[in-house]
């Protein structure tokens, strides 16, 4: 096997988890069907040459969005602020009056944004369900070469792309290598920072560094969003490499198999010291959360998620059921954990007497 961006062989495993569900954003609508959600195995390999890392054993085949999928987050203020923070970016970036493109628009929120901020933008995603006439519902290929784009974007598409290089080509292709591309992605430094273990997951086949994202370009703007869990890259098309150059430096060592099974046991442990206890974050990180801490519902109670369309709804595989924050309300000494620290002012002013029983994950 080699590496999708160098074509070295240089790979190393460095995480491997059986039997995960194949969508952490699933939802269904009865327990029974979400026990019988698909699931699949990840295996991380480490490019020791470029630093890429991706699961050998993703199946692009099995992957089908369909209404169950549920990855909205705008429901949030916190998250509406940081999607302002992007568009913010753009215009300071001299875009708001160019050809926009967005692949993989999903829902169609920050499109939506972007067109009541002023900007001309079009978008593709084949699973969208709603009726805005600038989204097209199919991929981008070179039969729309004829929309050109001063600027193609690409938020939290290419990590779930499983030859992220030749996607990009081809999106270049069809746009004869002109405009620039806006990436954002998951910063792979800031899960092994954290031994962040539910933020491995079989829909994100790909994990990029920041020196990793830049090694497919001959030179890139970059920088770190939401709190450094995500990071960007505004890069020039015409300089996108045919292979990644190497990495020297790494953002993590061969011991990151232990240290994730370490940081696992330990969550183990405190949620069968708090039995009952609840998880505040219904989307990937809380699916992967209790799928590998509490498979067998034995000691976490519920998912509490502020997006209405997951409320009593059920978690891939677990069964567990998810509430609305509002269930919480008269209950004055259940325990929560949080899967994503961003949250925790925005749930204390919803709930504001559960702050002595809150936990932030990557505090404990």
């Not at 040459?49 to 990855?71: K, L, P, R, V």
């Not at 020196?211 to 890259?233: C, D, P, R, W």
Request: a positive charge; aromatic letters at 12%; hydrophobic letters at 40%.
């Amino acid at each position: 096997m080699k590496c999708p961006l160098c074509q070295r062989e240089t790979l190393v495993l460095i995480y491997d988890v059986k039997n995960i569900p194949i969508f952490q954003n699933k939802v269904y609508q009865t327990r029974e069907a979400a026990l019988k959600a698909k699931t699949a195995n990840v295996s991380l390999l480490l490019c020791s040459g470029c630093s890429f890392i991706f699961n050998s054993e993703f199946d692009s085949g099995i992957m089908t969005y369909d209404a169950d999928y549920q990855n909205e987050q705008a429901h949030s203020p916190y998250f509406q602020k940081y999607l302002n923070e992007i568009i913010d970016l753009l215009i300071k970036a001299d875009f708001k009056s160019k050809k926009i493109i967005e692949i993989g628009c999903g829902k169609g929120y920050f499109l939506e944004r972007l067109l009541e901020r002023g900007f001309k933008v079009t978008g593709f995603d084949p699973a969208y369900e709603g009726i805005n006439p600038h989204i097209i519902k199919d991929y981008f290929s070179v039969k729309y070469s004829h929309l050109s784009a001063d600027l193609i974007i690409l938020r939290h598409t290419l990590e779930h792309v499983q030859n992220p290089l030749s996607f990009l080509h081809n999106i270049a292709a069809a746009l004869q290598y002109k405009g620039m591309v806006f990436i954002e992605v998951p910063s792979v430094e800031w899960i092994f920072e954290k031994m962040a273990f539910w933020d491995i997951f079989y829909e994100h086949c790909n994990y990029f560094s920041i020196e990793n994202l830049k090694s497919i370009f001959q030179h890139a703007t970059q920088g770190l969003l939401f709190n450094n869990q995500y990071m960007y890259l505004l890069g020039d098309l015409s300089r996108l490499r045919r292979r990644a150059r190497p990495v020297s430096r790494m953002a993590f060592g061969d011991g990151s198999q232990k240290q994730l099974l370490k940081k696992l046991d330990l969550y183990k442990d405190f949620v069968r010291r708090h039995p009952g206890i609840m998880v505040w974050g219904a989307g990937a990180k809380g699916a992967t959360f209790v799928n590998l801490i509490d498979p067998y519902r034995e000691y976490i109670s519920g998912i509490i998620d502020i997006n209405p369309k997951k409320q009593a709804k059920y978690i891939a595989k677990t069964g567990h059921k998810i509430f609305s924050p509002e269930s919480l309300v008269n209950v004055k000494k259940k325990d929560v954990i949080v899967m994503n620290e961003n949250y925790i002012e925005e749930i204390l002013n919803i709930i504001p007497d559960i702050g002595e029983k809150l936990y932030a994950l990557g505090e404990l």
